[in-house]
């Protein structure tokens, strides 16, 4: 397989924001750099670490000098400023006519992206999107409440503004760099829901989206965050966006 999927003048940008991620940041850019060097992929790896108590930035800084500048961008920004900026933050400067969004915990796995590429190839899809509700995709240690809080969200937000994609909440996403900019930009929301109004907006704007199996492993290395106020927060989102849109 391998070598078969570079295609002149693609590059693929991919955005890891980071929170507290020392211990994964390592492991994920070397399963990155193996990837798309094993499908002879153009990329950078464009970190945003918003002032991670725990020295991100710094480890981010000894892999720049491994991998090089041109393959490890820092995009560092001076507080805790959450992840939808971030990914603003991140696109800005972007070289790649793609981009990958995905968690730097080691949810999300690089090896999937030969999939998510292959995918968009084949019908020159606008987004494509990693889903853990089709066949072939998964969650693996999560706990029955943190399940069912997921496909709560899922089934809520699928009922209520349908829109036609089976993972809303997951953030392992591969977007037409244009595509990206103008969902981005309409998109208001901010904490879990935002993921699921990038989906609703991409409806809204009929881009074509393609979805592709994952499978979800529950972060081994660093805190989980999702608690009460997350889940208000989603619910809240949904209400607006029903809402409005
Ligand atoms: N730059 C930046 N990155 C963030 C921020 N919040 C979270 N992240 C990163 O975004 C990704 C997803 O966040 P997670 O904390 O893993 O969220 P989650 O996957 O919903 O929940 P858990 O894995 O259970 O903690 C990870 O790579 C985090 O390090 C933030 O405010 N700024
Ligand atoms: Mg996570």
Do not use: C
């Not at 997951?170 to 037409?176: E, P």
């Amino acid at each position: 397989m391998s070598g078969k999927l570079a295609i002149q003048g693609n590059k693929y940008s991919v955005l890891l924001p980071t929170y507290n991620e020392r211990d994964n940041l390592p492991i994920i850019t070397r399963l990155l750099t193996k990837t798309f060097e094993e499908f002879d992929i153009d990329y950078e790896i464009i970190i945003i670490d918003d002032a991670s108590p725990d020295g991100t930035l710094e480890v981010a800084k000894k892999l720049q000098e491994i991998y090089g500048e041109d393959r490890i961008v820092l995009r560092p920004r001076a507080g805790k400023l959450g992840l939808g900026t971030a990914y603003v933050h991140g696109i800005k400067n972007a070289k790649g006519n793609f981009i990958i969004i995905m968690d730097a915990d080691m949810s999300h796995h690089p090896k999937n992206i030969p999939d998510f590429i292959r995918k968009q190839n084949e019908k020159d899809y606008d987004i494509v999107t990693g889903s853990r509700y089709i066949n072939g995709g998964g969650v693996y240690g999560w706990d029955l409440r943190r399940k069912l809080i997921s496909r709560g969200a899922n089934l809520l937000a699928d009922l209520l503004l349908n829109p036609g994609v089976t993972d809303l909440t997951g953030s392992f996403r591969l977007y037409k760099r244009h595509i990206l900019e103008q969902i981005i930009e309409a998109t208001v929301s901010k904490g879990y829901v935002f993921q699921m109004e990038m989906m609703v907006r991409a409806k809204q704007f009929n881009f074509t989206v393609g979805e592709v199996p994952i499978t979800f492993v529950d972060r081994v290395f660093g805190e989980s965050k999702l608690g009460a106020g997350e889940i208000i927060g989603y619910l809240n989102g949904l209400y607006m966006l029903f809402v409005s849109v």
